[in-house]
């Protein structure tokens, strides 16, 4: 997380880089090199500073894009602050604890055991270690807690109770 003055400094460059503009520039004459800005309230070409000769092309060229490495710079960062919050959206409705909703549908949902009877082959369904281990092996796992830590074993689980549930509603 960002401290209160490091997001003090992001404000003041987005700000920055709003006032100056991004289109920065080198022009010459006669030997001269000056570096320039297309001025955003009025469009027109600023000179801003000017290169000594014989500065090295790698330098002009960071004076140059300064500006739209800040842009990108902050572009990225907005793009990881909304994948970071997405993910955490994603998180949090992925939290659910789908080992104890299995664990209780094995437990003592008669329907969900009827399905698995007659679905999934479950021959003995009055001791729910047995419904346990079925469903665990018709799921791939070796542990409930898999269904909250590992995502293809809560997809193949949300499969499963989708399944039961259109069984449920029937034809």
Known sequence: MATPAEIAQLATMRDDLEKVGVDWSVEADAGALT?????????????????????????????IRAASNQVLALDLLDRCRRAYREMAGRQQKQSKNFATEC???????????????????????????????????????????????????????RDLRAAFDRWRRGP
């Open 103 to 157: 664990a209780m549908k094995c437990k003592s949902d008669q329907a969900f055991r009827q399905y698995l009877i007659e679905c999934h082959d479950l021959r003995d369904a009055t001791d729910a270690e047995r419904i346990k281990t079925r469903v665990r092996s018709i799921l791939g796992i070796q542990s409930m807690a898999e269904l909250n830590t590992d995502e293809s074993a809560a997809a193949r689980w």
């Open 35 to 63: 570096l320039c800005v297309r001025d955003p309230t009025d469009g027109e070409i600023r000179p801003v500073a000017t290169i000594v000769e014989g500065t090295p092309f790698v330098f002009q060229n960071f004076l």
